[in-house]
């Protein structure tokens, strides 16, 4: 069985977010299955060097992108024996950074065109087209309309995976004629039309013949307005072809006792205590076991509950704990984070750039870590959390539901703390909750963190499950 991932990101190639991280970790659990995976991407400006030299050159081909005939080079690079394949247009993708540009929409109509075109020069003819997300919603209805009649492409099937309902790709009906050479039979409630403009992933979620998105509960408050995004019913009606399916993390590259990140690799909470007084001391920060971190490695943006944590910022430094930030987005939070440092030079650091050696510094060495999400399709901080023996402190939504169990003071169960409501002093009852547990239990606490270290967060399950959904198809194609 062929499948070829179309995506706009895949570590270490390129990574915006949590996108890079799943085309990055899910072909390598694949593989393992005995699935033969590769991958196809924009070849960004931005690719680091020492991949630019590894490109082979395979061909160039013209693209169509409404009348015009756009240049394509195909490159390629095999990588723990998966190959990833580049497509080039210096027009589009030499520049600085993956997207936010005035011309997104035709970059990723020629992206969804190129992959198409691309196919016959390929080392594997792929059984199946696994697109994620907006950015290659189109390559399912460009199929159908430019290809069904050829030979080649008859027996090829698509599934698409919805990382983010709230990124959808809405560009001007217009851009149905100029950029996708599609006629006004696909621009109607059960096609391209969205609001009176054209929705690239909802073409996606339209033509392909199976919609996944990245966890069970997500795949369910999708369905209602709250979550929906305006697409909430038309996802009702492809209930039956809906599938979530939770993300896992890469256990060989996020692994304590192995990362070179860290001050000291660990594998006990003895190692993780002298990784937080590491943090503590690099961050200019009191170093003391006895004050428990709260973290947050996030993006700075409104989904991500940042208004919670202003809201109730001084009360949560009342409780006397430390917290530290890492990560970009508003400029309004940026600069309310930094004012808040500036105020508890003793309790608060912030750092609002990006910076992976330090993310995985303070996944190791804090206690707590804050996700008060408004809505979350899966989630890759909480896991990560878990892995190094952080305990995650969540609202319960989507994947963060999926994967964080509430600790349970009767019983001890339990993984992590969790909240119900989108409200600040829910969230702040729990980090008190959180916090009197790590300074008055500490033998329980210490278990926690223990046992967190032990759990199963990989791909490995997940990636049986796609398998399934792959092979389904297969009696189709037969």
């Known amino acids: 069985m062929n499948v070829l991932f179309a995506a706009s990101e895949c570590a270490p190639f390129i990574k915006t977010g ?7 970790a899910l072909p390598k659990a694949l593989k393992k299955q005995g699935v033969h995976v590769s991958v196809i991407l924009p070849k960004y400006g ?3 060097n020492q991949f630019k030299q590894e490109l082979k050159h395979m061909t160039s081909i013209e693209v169509p992108v409404g009348w015009r005939q756009q240049f394509c080079g195909i490159e390629k690079l095999v990588a723990n024996g998966i190959t990833y394949y580049f497509l080039d247009n210096e027009y589009y993708f030499k520049r600085h950074g993956s997207y936010g540009f005035f011309d997104d929409g035709e970059r990723f109509a020629f992206f969804s065109r190129a992959i198409l075109e691309a196919l016959p020069y390929l080392e594997e003819k792929p059984d199946v087209i696994h697109c994620h997300d907006w950015q290659t919603g189109l390559v399912s209805v460009l199929m159908k309309a430019h290809y069904h009649n050829h030979p080649f492409y008859q027996d090829i099937k698509t599934i698409f995976t919805i990382h983010n309902l709230r990124y959808q790709g809405v560009y001007p009906k217009a851009v149905l004629a100029e950029l996708l050479d599609l006629s006004e039979l696909y621009f109607n409630i059960d096609g ?25 509960s997500y795949a369910e408050e999708i369905q ?7 697409l909430d019913g038309f996802l009702r009606k492809r209930n039956g072809e809906l599938k979530g399916i939770i993300n896992g993390i890469d256990y060989e590259e996020y692994n304590p006792a192995a990362d070179e990140h860290l001050a000291v690799p660990f594998d006990s909470y003895e190692g993780k205590m002298e990784n937080k007084r590491q943090l503590q001391e690099s961050l200019g920060l009191p170093v003391n076991d006895d004050v428990p971190v709260l973290s947050m490695v996030t993006r700075l943006v409104d989904q991500k509950g940042i208004d919670l944590v202003l809201h109730v910022f001084h009360e949560m430094m009342n409780q006397g704990v430390q917290f530290i930030l890492l990560g970009t987005g508003e400029e309004q939070y940026e600069s309310a984070f930094r004012h808040l440092a500036d105020q508890y030079p003793n309790q608060v650091s912030v750092h609002t750039y990006f910076d992976e050696g330090l993310a995985r510094r303070i996944y190791a060495g804090s206690d707590i870590f804050l996700m008060p999400s408004q809505f979350e399709p899966c989630g890759i901080g909480q896991l990560l959390a878990l892995r ?8 319960e939504t989507g994947g963060l539901r999926d994967t964080v169990i509430p600790y349970n003071q009767f019983t001890g169960e339990g993984n992590g703390f969790s909240f119900t409501n989108y409200n600040a002093h829910d969230m702040l009852h729990t980090i008190e909750q959180s916090v009197g547990l790590y300074k ?4 329980r606490w210490r278990k926690m963190a223990e046992n967190a270290m032990k759990l199963d967060f990989s791909w490995t399950s997940s990636s049986l499950k796609y398998m399934e959904l792959y092979e389904s ?3 189709v194609m037969k």
């Open 224 to 230: 209602i307005p709250y979550f929906g995004e305006n």
């Open 473 to 475: 198809l297969i009696p």
């Open 192 to 216: 391209l039309e969205f609001h009176g403009n054209v929705s690239y992933l909802k073409a996606g979620l339209a033509f392909s013949y199976i919609v996944t998105t990245v966890s069970p």
């Open 388 to 395: 190094y023996g952080t305990l995650p402190l969540v609202r």
């Open 18 to 24: 949590g996108l890079g991280d799943v085309i990055g």
């Open 440 to 443: 008055f239990q500490p033998k």
């Open 46 to 48: 931005d690719l680091p």
